[in-house]
T-cell receptor, first 111, second 118 residues
Framework: EPEVTQTPSHQVTQMGQEVILRCVPI?????FYWYRQILGQKVEFLVS????????KSEIFDDQFSVERPDGSNFTLKIRSTKLEDSAMYFC?????????FGQGTRLTVV | AQKVTQAQTEISVVEKEDVTLDCVYE???????LFWYKQPPSGELVFLIR??????QNEISGRYSWNFQKSTSSFNFTITASQVVDSAVYFC???????????????FGAGTQVVVTP
């Protein structure tokens, strides 16, 4: 069964460093998303991406964040100058237009 | 405004008991989707069900059943004869279909922690 894959599963980074979280969406999907879940809290929408551009973003998704689809298969989330409060589980999702399929998540720990 | 409300923070049951998780949503759209996801301790989100706003039939899948009532804007989830492996956080989510690329934009509830003890 096709699935969304995310790498790495866990990333530890020093405060102030840049991180790139990687996702490989399901191959025929056209819509891509990033979500964030701070430990013990609900899952929050960050951004949606379609046709090589951001289609919608939440207030969380400020200038510190960026997304990119550098080639035909990967979808990345870049977090610049990480802060302690960026520590969270980040989920990638893709959709063909009817429902979103989630990856297993990347746990980001900023120390 | 909170779109999806899961008022129960945690429910503890003994194995074989039934457990019902409440979900109340708020939307002005006539077309929308509702979802339930399971998040086990390992952290991934496991899709359980999707229901569109035009289909109010209740659904049963094994030990799981869902009760969708538009009149009360509720989409409740029942686990029958609970097992220890059901211990997880369960999230209800809403997708308001405003544009084609909104399908995957889900608004999650706060989640309900289910603890099943032997």
């Amino acid at each position: 069964e096709p699935e969304v894959t995310q790498t790495p599963s866990h990333q530890v980074t020093q405060m102030g460093q840049e991180v790139i979280l990687r996702c490989v969406p399901i191959s025929n999907h056209l819509y891509f998303y990033w979500y964030r879940q701070i430990l013990g809290q609900k899952v929050e929408f960050l951004v949606s991406f379609y046709n090589n551009e951001i289609s919608e973003k939440s207030e969380i998704f400020d200038d510190q964040f960026s997304v990119e689809r550098p080639d035909g298969s990967n979808f990345t989330l870049k977090i610049r100058s990480t802060k302690l409060e960026d520590s969270a589980m980040y989920f990638c999702a893709s959709s063909e237009g009817t429902e979103a399929f989630f990856g297993q998540g990347t746990r980001l720990t900023v120390v | 405004a909170q779109k999806v409300t899961q008022a129960q923070t945690e429910i503890s049951v003994v194995e074989k008991e039934d457990v019902t998780l409440d979900c109340v949503y708020e939307t002005r759209d006539t077309t929308y989707y509702l979802f339930w996801y399971k998040q086990p301790p390992s952290g991934e989100l496991v899709f359980l069900i999707r229901r569109n706003s035009f289909d109010e039939q209740n659904e049963i899948s094994g030990r799981y059943s869902w009760n969708f009532q538009k009149s009360t804007s509720s989409f409740n989830f029942t686990i029958t004869a609970s097992q220890v492996v059901d211990s997880a956080v369960y999230f209800c989510a809403l997708s308001e279909v405003m544009t084609t690329d909104s399908w995957g934009k889900l608004q999650f509830g706060a989640g309900t922690q289910v603890v099943v003890t032997p």
